[in-house]
């Protein structure tokens, strides 16, 4: 069964650092997103991404954040310079045409030190 | 506007009973309403998902009922397991918008 992947499952970063996470989609998927969940609380968009470019961002996407889809199968998030508070479980996800069904992958655990 | 509210947030039933989970939305634009189901350390999994054009889905012993008047849809799970024990996440979108998700409901479902 196709499924969305993140690595690193686990990623220890000092404050100030710059943190790419990675994610590669659905093969046939051409909507995808970023999410983020702090612990124990809600599932929170972060951006939207679709032919090519966002299709829209949270408040929380702010200048730290960027994304890229470098060859056009990986999907990455860049933080640029992390804070205390962007320590979370961040989750990529996929849907395919129609928008709906989305899978979402195992998560990459972000702390920040 | 854009929220899906959600409740209870947490729930504790015996094996075998039906925990119910409601979900409440405002916008009248969203089309597509799925559950996802979550377990500690995981991603979110779809469980099933629901379109305003039935009042009722079923899959399995999971089934959602949606009432498009109150603007509400509830998850049901029949004959509960305490592997059912998971948090569940109600969502909603439209077209090719981002899904919005409810604040979750942790279930515990003991023997």
């Known amino acids: 069964e196709p499924e969305v992947t993140q690595t690193p499952s686990h990623q220890v970063t000092q404050m100030g650092q710059e943190v790419i996470l990675r994610c590669v989609p659905i093969s046939n998927h051409l909507y995808f997103y970023w999410y983020r969940q702090i612990l124990g609380q809600k599932v929170e968009f972060l951006v939207s991404?679709?032919?090519?470019?966002?299709?829209?961002k949270s408040e929380i996407f702010d200048d730290q954040f960027s994304v890229e889809r470098p060859d056009g199968s990986n999907f990455t998030l860049k933080i640029r310079s992390t804070k205390l508070e962007d320590s979370a479980m961040y989750f990529c996800?996929?849907?395919?045409?129609?928008?709906?069904?989305?899978?979402f992958g195992q998560g990459t655990r972000l702390t920040v030190v | 506007q854009q929220q899906v509210k959600q409740s209870p947030q947490s729930l504790i039933v015996q094996k075998g009973g039906i925990p119910i989970i409601n979900c409440a939305y405002e916008?009248?634009?969203?089309?597509?309403f799925p559950w996802y189901q979550q377990f500690p350390g995981k991603g979110p999994a779809l469980l099933i998902a629901i379109r305003p054009d039935v009042s009722e889905k079923k899959e399995g012993r999971f089934t959602i009922s949606f009432n498009k008047s109150a603007k509400q849809f509830s998850l049901h799970i029949m004959d509960s397991q305490p592997g059912d024990s998971a948090t569940y996440f109600c969502a909603a979108n439209r077209g090719n918008t981002p899904f919005v998700f409810g604040k979750g409901t942790r279930l515990s479902v003991i023997a």
């Open positions: 916008n009248t634009a969203f089309d597509y």
């Open positions: 991404f679709y032919n090519n470019e966002i299709s829209e």
């Open positions: 996800a996929s849907a395919g045409p129609r928008n709906t069904e989305a899978f």
